[in-house]
């Protein structure tokens, strides 16, 4: 045998030979491995840096709204709504929409925007995840120092207080808009079939904690780097707010859109939850014409996870371009 064949053993011999190395046990056979399924996601946090600020945003979890319906978007027939859900690869089944908190830690606060539905499950079983991915992202809630809420709707405040009466944030101090605390607070408002439950269900988060709020002004720096921004429509109260360090800046853009396609191809639709439509589309066009202009990136509620990214201008609309995440600061 020369050194060329003891170099390159052939196919057959290194078979042969692996047998028979099996049949004496010095090597394992062959073995199926099997695992239960496991059928659970990471915890659903994810950290950016913004100058010397570090932001977390954290889901609490998805809505579901069902079937595309007309009526969601005033305006837009269910056959259009399918159309662009199927262009552009999205389940047409249900329309699920992911809730997107952020925490901002300025160094010397933890501030949280929005804190998701709560323990209600209005709108699918899923929610109701913050507080669990908080403590999986090493944020205690006991250690949040200031809330922000954008407007008064239940996926942004009804996480302030527990199944069981407690304040989920024993320490927050609590900012929002005037104009939403008196809105979804008015007890006359019970009476109007269509808002009856917001409004209950919001007056029971807000005013216990009612000692625990300021309210902010539009144009106003109520935090160190945290600016407010009145984009009504939405809401009488809706805010968007700027977020500013070491010379750059993010946008918390709330509810300004609830879909990243079918609002940004259609910026003027109006939304089936907007208190004004037709104000909250020319927030919207305002806010989306700041945030392209000056390539300002943003993050959006309802975005899909975890919503951060750019706003661009496309034709008479507009395109989101997801920020590519960093699996490593």
Sequence with gaps: MNAANLSHPSRRRFLAGAALATAYGLMPAAVSARAPLLNTQAPAFYRFKLGSFEGTVVSDGPLALGEPQAGIYVGLSREAFVKTLTENYLPTGNVSLDQNALVINTGNQLVLFDTGVGAAKI???????LLANLKAAGIDAKDIDAIVLSHAHPDHCWGLISAGGARNFPNAQ???????????????KLKIAEIKDFVAGTRAQLLPNRDHIQFFKDSQEFLPGIQAMAAPGHTVGHT?????????TLCFA?????????PLEQPRLAFAYDTDGTQGAESRVRVFDM???????????????PGLGH????GSGYRYFPTPMQTVL
């Design 123 to 129: 709108m699918g079983p899923k929610s109701g995840q």
């Design 291 to 305: 945030l392209a202009s000056q390539r300002i990136p943003s993050i959006t509620y309802h975005f899909p996870w």
């Design 311 to 314: 706003i661009g201008k496309s």
């Design 174 to 188: 609590i900012y929002m808009a005037q104009s939403d605390l008196e809105f979804w607070t008015d007890e006359a």
């Design 240 to 248: 968007v707010f700027l977020i500013t360090s070491g010379g750059r």
């Design 254 to 262: 709330a509810d300004i859109a609830h879909h990243h396609v079918v």
